[in-house]
DNA sequence: AATCGCCATGTTATACTATAACAAACCGAA
DNA sequence: TTCGGTTTGTTATAGTATAACATGGCGATT
């Protein structure tokens, strides 16, 4: 998964980012015969502009500027569609929400977030699971969903002066 | 870390559990010349009642009821304390807090949050962080703080007739 | 093409979580 | 005993999320 995701690649093509992540969705959905409304497609555009993760009321704005009704339940709403078929996903440590990569089928996600530009990306989670499976398993507990969360400084902002790793 | 840590163990006995959280926490406050105040003393014990994380706003009542002021700032500013102290934590998937076994010393920490019973045992994460470490450096990402929140059912409710280890 | 029923959206209100800002009281060190 | 910093009181507000009900649109069936 890691080398898929160019969060972290500063001049990667994000146009072409945010083209593939939507073009992606409308398959996802005409294949699940679910509907990617205009209102869900709009919220999932303004995700991808960057590879930030938003706040739901950061969103809000721009939904008004195009003419939707722009109260809470609104982005909410279309959010919760967004992760239901796996298109974002919410990072509970920052109460904002990011778009999936890779939302062909479910998986188990993880995130590096960067305190230095704000940017996150999606991890491959499968070795943190493998090591919190052994440790559930000790106690004969049995995992459903993992919330897995580091903050830290990516390659670049390492090389900034005045960036330290602080939370 | 797991096998002193008994959130899952039914009939452990929790008397014991809170009074020996109590009086390390007095002890180390000493150590380090901090005021265990009586409301920070309070909140500590309050947390400690049970291995379920509680909500700042489900704490206020108790506050409330033993004479303290009970507006928002008094109970938050009091799990500041007890967090930096490290005596508690919050649980960001939640928006709770729990008694922290281990205050002694800083560490990592992550969680296995049973949703049957809604308890919660501090993990080792020693394993899961070496798994994160790898995937961090293969992106040249300086971890400073691992959030690491698991939900699923412990043995106990795993026999519990209609559990299932939906999050 | 009309109808029916469901899904999506609009709208209002409110719950829940957390912090800002300033005043007053307390406590401990000099 | 006084001074200065820490803790607490108090009021207000910011930020995040959902409940509940009304309205409207869309698509499947007829």
């Known amino acids: 998964m890691n080398r898929e995701d160019p969060g972290f690649e500063a001049n990667h093509n994000h146009d072409h980012c945010m083209e593939s992540a939507l073009s992606t969705a409308k398959d996802l959905c005409r294949e699940r015969k679910q509907r990617l409304t205009p209102i869900r497609e709009l ?29 809470p339940p609104t982005i909410y709403r279309a959010l919760e569609f967004l992760q239901e078929q ?22 188990r996600s993880g995130f590096l977030i960067c305190s230095g530009c704000q940017r996150a990306v999606e991890l491959d989670t499968a070795p943190v699971h493998r090591a919190l499976s052994e440790s559930a398993s000790e106690l004969g507990f049995k995992i459903a969903h993992e ?3 580091v903050v830290g400084l990516c390659a670049d902002c390492q090389s900034q002066p005045g960036e330290t790793a602080d939370a």
Chains 1, 2 share one sequence.
Request: charged share 10%.
């Open 86 to 107: 796996g298109l974002v996903h919410r990072i509970a440590s920052l109460n904002a929400f990011i778009g999936c990569p890779h939302p062909e089928s479910p998986h």
């Open 147 to 149: 919330t897995v969360e």
């Open 43 to 71: 919220v999932l555009k303004l995700i991808w502009e960057n590879h930030q993760p938003m706040g739901a009321y950061e969103l809000l704005p721009a939904l008004a500027a195009a003419g939707f009704n722009s109260a």
